[in-house]
């Protein structure tokens, strides 16, 4: 066999393209999707952030992930290694970038996974129900609040993710996602489905909906390119690491497609099915952070069969967190398991343990550390978050951007992807959005945060 045969057996490839394609989409669908997403949403006016969230993945979203694809594919390598083998010098610096943001993300995700994993127990005890909806807000911050419960849930969390992690590419993270995405599909259609009939549909829809450009500055555009990015896994090399394990025969660009179109749709849903209910209770759409956890719970409250429509519910939750939190660490294992050597359980084992240690503040960031405030007057959590968010992710994202269109030659980069007798006859126009369009939109935005632009 030759050796380079040989490395790709080694490092494990997908099993199936259905499965390359559900494990990027448990990359993307995440606590983005469900948590976030609606939460800014309602905190930046609604329908035009939405519209311009959508222009933001289809001109710089997916040309940027078919470029991760490209790029992770076509040298076989983890983030570092890929940047080193394809020009070196400076470049692998870009790669560098990716692995420290995989390690901080995972960090802060942990504990919100394990608000999540909390609210699963709370569930299946059937504590909402026992309850009068009014006081169900109550339980988060109880939460927020305790110290203890939040390092509990969230070392649960991440002692699942590593689990999967040991298990290896199609045994460990393939089979997970191949589980765990259909299930959270179905059970969304069918939570947005109950919102869309509720007494606060109506108005739930025109707020997603009906654009009201007045609302959408500058910070909110910026927001939205970051959560563009974010909820796409992209800009730290995660789709780049997942396309290292892709086969010669999957054809990129309908990967890239489907996954950020079910990734787009998973958002919506989630919008449609939270914001009936703010508004059914007459709620502040823009409750921010806490808008999954106190005001779906009170709807759970009084719902017949609540306890276990919450308890699905955040199962899936869950579920979307540990796809993509194990996704996380596997762009920080594969470095250390191409690069140092190291086995996968010894990489996964210190570096799952050290990523842990690394978010113990941001689980202390409302108890103990409360009174510390970081960027802006965020306490821990929301700086480090706003920081991965705002700056890592559009930074690593323009340069892989700009590596990809203007490194990376026409002839690598199109024969990969034409690899297996696949056509792609959108070249031209993806070439010409990830040399032009994206780094430029994405550099705007970015000179606008720092005060140049
Ligand atoms: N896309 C994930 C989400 O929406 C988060 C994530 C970001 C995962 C970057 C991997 C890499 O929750």
Redesign the pocket.
């Known amino acids: 066999m030759p050796s380079s045969e040989q490395n790709k057996q080694k490092r494990g490839l997908w099993s199936s393209r259905f499965g390359f394609v559900m494990a990027s989409a448990g ?7 469900i948590w976030k997403f609606p939460y800014i949403t309602g905190m930046h006016g609604g329908g035009a952030f939405v519209l311009f969230y959508i222009c933001c993945i289809l001109i710089v979203g997916i040309p940027i992930m078919l470029g991760e694809m490209v790029l992770g594919r076509h040298t076989r390598k983890n983030p570092v290694g890929a940047f080193k083998s394809l020009k070196g010098g400076p470049w692998t610096v870009v790669g560098w970038l990716g692995v420290i943001t995989g390690f901080v ?1 995972l960090s802060y995700y942990c504990v919100v996974a394990g608000w999540a994993v909390d609210y699963l127990w709370l569930a299946l005890r059937g504590t909402f129900t026992s309850q009068h909806a009014a006081t169900v807000p109550e339980l988060f911050t109880e939460l927020l609040l305790s110290d203890l419960s939040q390092l509990f849930w969230q070392a649960v969390f991440m002692a699942a993710v590593i689990g999967i992690v040991l298990g290896g590419v199609s045994k460990g993270l393939e089979r997970a996602n191949k589980v765990m995405m259909p299930i959270l599909f179905l059970i969304l259609v069918f939570l947005a489905g109950y919102g869309v009939f509720s007494p606060g549909g109506p108005a739930a829809l025109r707020f997603l909906f009906s654009p009201d450009w007045s609302k959408l500055d500058p910070l909110s555009m910026l927001e939205a390119l970051g959560q563009a990015l ?4 992209l800009g ?1 090399g ?1 789709m780049l690491t997942y396309g290292s394990y892709a086969d010669e025969k999957t054809n990129l660009p309908t990967a890239a497609f489907t996954v950020s179109l079910m990734d787009s749709c998973v958002a919506l849903l989630a919008g449609i099915a939270i914001f009936p209910i703010v508004f059914t209770y007459g709620m502040q759409p823009a409750g921010g952070p806490g808008l999954v956890f106190k005001t779906l719970p009170m709807v759970f409250s009084q719902m017949p069969a609540g306890s276990l429509f919450a308890a699905l519910f955040f199962l899936l939750l869950v579920f979307a967190a540990l796809t ?1 939190g194990i ?2 660490l596997e762009v920080v294992v594969s470095y250390y398991c191409d690069e140092q050597k190291w086995s996968r359980p010894k990489a996964t084992l210190l570096i799952g343990l050290l990523i842990f240690l690394l978010g113990v503040p941001s689980a202390l960031s409302n108890g103990l550390l409360k009174d510390i405030s970081f960027i802006g007057n965020r306490n821990f959590l929301d700086s480090i978050d706003f920081l991965a968010s705002n700056y890592l992710l559009p930074l690593g994202g323009l340069l892989i951007a700009v590596f990809t269109g203007w490194v990376l030659t026409t002839r690598v980069a199109r024969s990969e992807i034409e690899k297996g007798a696949v056509r792609f006859h959108f070249y031209p126009v993806w070439h010409f959005l990830i040399k032009y369009i994206a780094p430029v939109l994405v550099a705007i935005v970015f000179l606008h945060l720092i005060g140049l632009f």
């Open positions: 990359s993307a669908v995440g606590l983005g999707n993300i974010f909820s796409l896994s730290m995660a993509s996704s996380l």
